[in-house]
């Protein structure tokens, strides 16, 4: 068998604010082998995308960085290795009070990786500093398995989740 090259492996696809079974696998997440897909085809942008949709319906706020080099054209903001993309999540309403001395907040940050590929020396690098600094840093393929599976299974079992989704 190999990965369905509709769901990339998930066995489900997103249909508005519920996930429908894959119509190509019966959300199974394989098809045939004669179809050729495994795991390092999957795009690291289809793992970033379903990621991020996927924190997004457990309240955290997707921000994306923009590479140092597009600087040039006035946007953006990012460090040389920084990670792809920075995710936020405020304490809910009511839950914790606030101080100047206390922000109630999580933040995570996550290098997006396809299956096979490495993070570069200067990327490492930018996550040993901000983890030196307490900062929550992933980088997929290292910290978890490089797929959607992969980081929706270190997610369950990482305490952040707050809401139950289907699969999980």
């Known amino acids: 068998m190999a990965v369905c090259p509709t769901c990339y492996g998930r066995g489900v696809i997103p249909g ?7 119509a190509a696998c019966g959300g199974k997440g394989v098809v ?11 795009p690291e942008s289809q793992i ?4 991020t949709k996927f924190l997004e319906e457990d309240n955290w706020r997707a921000l994306r960085t923009d590479p140092v080099s ?11 290795g920084m990670a792809d993309h ?3 999540r405020y304490a809910p309403n009511g839950e914790m009070g606030f101080s100047l001395d206390f922000a109630p907040a999580q933040v995570l940050w996550i290098e997006f990786k396809r ?11 930018w996550h040993m500093k901000e983890r030196a600094r307490g900062a929550l840093t992933l980088i997929a393929g290292e910290d978890f398995p490089a797929s959607v599976e992969g980081f929706r299974s270190w997610y369950a079992a990482s ?3 707050r809401y139950r989704h289907d699969g999980i």
């Open 32 to 42: 045939s082998d004669d179809l050729g897909v495994t795991l390092a085809d999957v």
């Open 70 to 80: 597009d600087r040039s054209r006035g946007k953006g903001f990012g460090e040389l």
């Open 115 to 125: 299956p096979g590929e490495h993070a570069k020396k200067h990327q490492t690098e």
């Open 86 to 88: 920075l995710y936020i």
């Open 159 to 161: 305490g952040l989740q």
């Open 16 to 22: 508005g604010l519920t996930w429908l079974d894959c």
């Open 48 to 51: 970033e995308a379903e990621c």
